[in-house]
């Protein structure tokens, strides 16, 4: 993918030098030092009604769920808001240079996990809103979540900007040193667990070191085998999903005969068709694979009330599984603000977002369009429901521990980046100087203090009945 794909200007027989030149000149459209700025416009759209347009193609008893989560804590709203700031960042300053942007860039989207040679990698991890857009936006929504978290743990105003400094700065360090790789070295940079903890050493007080190499053994542990273990139980000598409503329920506890067959038909077709996207020799192994059980399982924050079902396959025998995890695919919440996705469903933009932002992904990812029992036509992907994953937990960071964090995300997201755009224009724009750091530090604690006046718009709404909360 050239930038000719993003954003319709084509970079490919511009010299280096011309490249730099074009960076340089957008400051003075976009200065660095206005990227500080945010001012919520006067007729701002109400947030709540926001979430609740969301809600509306949502399935209806799971709503009440997503409301409870979201307004448990700012932190936890954000991570459900992300359509909120879509519309926010799109009245904010850009520098007219566009990605493959993740849509949803909080400091909760990095976490380890698996290649498909079974390394342990840190990458971002959640492509559901992936579109081509500003690359700013990434970089401000990621910021804006360091400040969140940090002043959920206390941390002072300096605390705070010192750790999305960290992770601004290391952001535009690593994009000016991709400026200058070849586009090979570019697209097989990766950033391996081990090597990680080698390169950051210097820098790791010993009780960190431990607490890394506790992250990467229980990332290991989470995997098929774990899941397998903890979701399922025997039913009459045969291993089935174990429920836990509402938040996990199996198919056949769901609805009535008539439509739980149809549903389980359509859901093996799913699963039988999707294999198509699939490169031949994954296909050829899930294949060796058949259908045991299917639930609906609830996920995230965010994400709560899209139809996302797992799918449980037994290989050689009944304790050979695999777990695939079938997502309800909407429109990104960029879309309105740059445009529609160019693929024929939102499943395909899910796969190939992710396949060009990760340095490597799931084997099993991929995509299917499906008409529903309701005669609804949905999109899906599918993927893995967990194979290495160690997510971090904000709320055990120290403010140095944070800003190491948001040094290795940083330079995560610029790799993502630099792979799409046009990383020579996107380095020469951002300069040797840190403007674009301090205008970040700026314009996170100012969205900070918005989301805290969102979420608690959220809180009051469902404490006067306007929209239903429930906790589980």
């Not at 996920?299 to 449980?312: D, Q």
């Amino acid at each position: 993918m050239t930038e000719n794909h993003l954003s319709g200007v084509d970079t490919r027989h511009l010299t280096p030098q011309e490249r730099v030149a074009r960076g340089k000149a957008a400051r003075a459209d976009a200065p660095r030092s206005s990227h500080a700025e945010f001012v919520p416009p006067p007729k701002r759209t109400d947030p709540v009604e926001i979430i609740e347009k969301q809600s509306a193609t949502r399935v209806p008893e799971l709503v009440p769920i997503r409301y409870a989560r979201m307004s448990e804590a700012p932190f936890r709203f954000y991570r459900g808001a992300a359509s909120i700031m879509a519309a926010d960042l799109a009245e904010t300053p850009r520098s007219g240079f566009r990605v493959q942007c993740c849509g949803d860039a909080h400091m909760l989207n990095f976490r380890l996990l698996a290649s498909p040679e079974r390394h342990l990698m840190f990458d971002i991890n959640d492509f559901d809103e992936t579109l081509p857009g500003p690359w700013e936006w990434d970089v401000k929504r990621l910021s804006a979540s360091f400040v969140i978290a940090g002043r959920a743990n206390g941390f002072s105003t300096k605390e705070r900007a010192s750790v999305v400094r960290a992770a601004v700065e290391s952001y535009r360090e690593r994009m000016r040193a991709f400026a200058g790789l070849s586009n090979l070295e570019v697209w097989y940079t990766r950033f391996d667990a081990d090597e990680l903890q080698q390169q950051f050493a210097p820098l790791l007080s010993a009780g960190t070191r431990d607490r890394f190499d506790k992250a990467r053994e229980r990332a290991r542990a989470h995997d098929t085998l774990q899941v397998f273990d903890k979701l399922t139980h025997f039913v009459d000598g045969s291993r089935r999903i174990a429920p836990d409503p509402p938040l996990l329920v199996r198919l056949q506890d769901l609805l009535p005969d008539t439509q739980r067959g149809e549903l389980e038909k359509l859901l093996g077709r799913l699963i039988e068709r999707y294999s198509q996207t699939l490169q031949t020799d994954r296909r050829f192994l899930l294949e060796s694979y058949r259908v045991a059980d299917m639930a609906r399982k609830v996920v995230g924050v965010g994400s709560v009330g899209t139809r996302c079902w797992i799918i449980l396959l037994l290989g050689k025998d009944d304790e050979d599984p695999l777990f695939l995890q079938a997502k309800e695919a909407d429109e990104s919440v960029l879309a309105p603000y740059v445009g529609s996705s160019t693929f024929a469903t939102q499943g395909e933009r899910v796969v190939a977002g992710q396949r060009l932002m990760q340095a490597t992904s799931d084997i099993f990812l991929g995509w299917e369009h499906v008409t529903g029992i309701d005669g609804r036509q949905r999109d899906f992907y599918v993927r893995q429901l967990r194979d290495w994953k160690g997510i971090a937990v904000a709320e055990s960071m120290s403010p140095k521990r944070m800003a190491l964090f948001g040094r290795l995300c940083g330079a995560t997201l610029a790799r993502a980046h630099a792979r799409s755009g046009d990383r020579i224009a996107i380095a020469a724009y951002l300069g040797g100087g840190d403007a674009f750091d301090r205008a970040l530090v700026t314009f996170a604690e100012l969205y900070a203090d918005q989301n805290e006046k969102d979420h608690q718009a959220l809180v009051d709404a469902i404490q006067t009945g306007r929209v239903p909360a429930e906790a589980v």
